[in-house]
């Protein structure tokens, strides 16, 4: 072994896996008393937030994507910024800029609002390549650097970006390499008929999306929790024939006929992160084959181009992806 390699951390306790599970469904139980009928959408925020990633959600608006990010930094004690992205958004509109000051006799800097802990990046595929290129340094070193000067965001640092589908006017598709810096892309949808009366009687009980103070929300966490999660999860177990299981998923997205462009390696460290999350907010410390198979969509689908011919005969992303998990066999596994 390499001198440089550090040793790999002392595995999850049971017990620090049950205080782990205790938080994330508390945290998932808060922000669940405001955002109605989205629970699998707020489990997936909070895994990318404690896999240390960024989430991009895709739907249609009206559906609470601001009121889930607003709700969870209030939940978990963190920073909040929102961006609304459009056509006429500067690059320096997300990172702030230098200022002159005439009083002081020299420029000062102004940060923009992605110096937050949880920024909202709403509807990003509004703005042209250059403006969401200006978040891609920020999401990949957690830093900006401006007029030459290089400047450290927060700790944690997340961002939930919400697109708009990629047919809607007066939109930019995102590119490929920015697309890859989310570890997780969630379809959200409009809520059935049982959660709209749900939440129609609770406008009539006078609920108000603009102060969650009125909802009495615990706060359950902090920055400082939030990193102290993260290191919990990363010792999570996780055996060579779970490795090799997500590395055989992802390299079949190489030579699948459906797909042009496959997953890189970053889709395998993703799904790795990811599981170990999902398995110790349940619980366990070690991750099984379900726990891979629950988050491939999510962590693959944006992760890949489909042939223009895969697309005229109506094939998604999806269908790809669950074709790819019917055909790689999953390794045998033990509970204990």
Avoid at 296 to 311: I, K, N, Q, T, W
Avoid at 316 to 323: E, L, T, Y
């Amino acid at each position: 072994m390499s001198d440089t390699m550090t040793s790999r951390p002392a595995p999850v306790s049971p017990e620090e896996a049950a205080e782990f599970a205790a938080t994330f469904g508390a945290c998932v139980d808060q922000v669940e008393r405001v955002v109605l009928g989205q629970a699998d959408v707020v489990r997936s925020a909070l895994v990318a937030l404690l896999a240390g990633g960024h989430l991009l959600l895709e739907g249609p608006p009206g559906i609470a994507k601001t009121l889930l990010a607003r709700t969870l930094s209030h939940v978990i004690g963190i920073d909040f910024s929102r961006i609304q992205f459009t056509p006429d958004l500067m690059p320096s509109d997300v990172t702030g800029n230098n200022v002159y000051d005439q009083k002081a006799g020299e420029f000062v800097f102004r940060p923009g609002p992605v110096f937050a802990n949880l920024l909202l990046a709403d509807e990003i595929n509004r703005a042209p390549a250059k403006t969401q290129s200006a978040l891609l340094e920020a999401m990949s070193d957690r830093r900006v650097t401006i007029d030459g000067v290089t400047r450290e965001l927060p700790r944690p640092f997340f961002t939930i970006a919400t697109q708009n589908a990629v047919e809607s006017e007066g939109t930019y598709p995102l590119p490929e390499a920015q697309l890859d810096r989310f570890l997780m892309k969630v379809l959200v949808t409009h809520p059935g008929a049982e959660v709209e009366v749900r939440l129609l009687e609770a406008y009539l009980d006078g609920f108000d999306p603009t102060d969650l103070q009125a909802m009495a929300l615990q706060v359950l966490i902090d920055a400082a929790g939030v990193e102290r999660l993260r290191h919990l999860a990363r010792r999570v177990r996780v055996e060579r024939e779970i490795l090799a299981y997500i590395a055989r998923i992802v390299e079949r997205t190489r030579n699948h006929a459906a797909i042009d462009l496959g997953a890189s390696p970053r889709a395998s460290i993703a799904l790795l992160l990811c599981a170990q999350v999902l398995a110790i907010s349940e619980g366990r410390t070690y991750v099984v084959p379900d726990d891979v198979k629950e988050l491939a969509p999510a962590v693959l689908r944006h992760r890949f181009v489909l042939h223009p011919e895969a697309e005229l005969e109506g094939t998604s992303a999806d269908d790809v992806v669950a074709a790819i998990l019917s055909d790689v066999p999953a390794p045998r596994h033990d509970r204990g």
